[in-house]
């Protein structure tokens, strides 16, 4: 299996700063890589696919980087309902895999 | 819209099993590939099962391989999960999620579901 590890595993910013959260492959996925946001009590929601490419809907404050083995997700701008946990998650091969979840916390 | 709305779950014993369904709408479900991802309480995210557009490829997290069995009703617009020999480490809140158009990502997910595994 791939194994996926984001860093930090929480991570506390106020309104306006620059966040960013980094997942590392345990062997290459390309750009295969997507990044979640899950709000408490909620179903998870597609922010970022194929490493860098934003999803409809979602605001361009957010945004992803990276290939091969190591990315990052970046918040420009944090706002008070950017507040939830972010996971990365690898589509490179079955099984696919998730990142253990970064927790967001606003100052 | 998109819509996904799972169904079946509940509190089983140890070794029970329990039969999940998700009724899909507002997409063209018979072409697109669906999984069902799961999430123990407190816990973070994990891919269970997905199985192809036409239902000829399946495949399984290696935790549930041999006792889960995904399906679909491509007539029904339905997807299913099978759980069988269940085990306390099963619990979890149940997810259904549709391929995103390049496959390999969720684009959509249901409410989820939540299977309860206690004698």
């Known amino acids: 299996d791939i194994q996926m590890t984001q860093s930090p595993s929480s991570v506390s910013a106020s309104v306006g700063d620059r966040v960013s959260i980094t997942c590392r492959a345990s062997q290459g996925i390309r750009s295969w890589l997507v990044w979640y946001q899950q709000k408490p009590g909620k179903a998870p929601k597609l922010l970022i696919y194929a490493a860098s490419s934003l999803q409809s809907g979602v605001p361009s404050r957010f945004s992803g980087s990276g290939s091969g083995t190591d990315f990052t997700l970046t918040i420009s701008s944090l706002q008070p309902e950017d507040l939830a946990t972010y996971y990365c998650?690898?589509?490179?091969?079955?099984?696919?895999?998730f990142g253990q979840g970064t927790k967001l916390e606003i100052k | 819209q998109v819509q996904l709305v799972e169904s079946g779950g509940g509190v089983v014993q140890p070794g029970g099993s329990l039969r999940l369904s998700c009724a899909a709408s507002?997409?063209?479900?018979?072409?697109?590939?669906m999984h069902w991802v799961r999430q123990a309480p407190g816990k973070g995210l994990e891919w269970v099962a997905f199985v192809r557009y036409d239902g000829s490829t399946k495949n399984y997290a290696y935790s549930v391989k041999g006792r889960f069995t995904i399906s679909r009703d491509n007539s029904k617009n339905t997807l299913s999960l099978q759980l069988s020999s269940l085990r306390a480490e099963d619990t979890a809140v149940y997810y259904c999620a549709k391929d995103h158009d390049i496959g390999g990502y969720f684009d959509y997910w249901g409410q989820g579901v939540l299977v309860t595994v206690s004698s």
């Open positions: 507002g997409f063209t479900f018979n072409t697109y590939g």
């Open positions: 998650q690898q589509a490179n091969s079955f099984p696919y895999t």
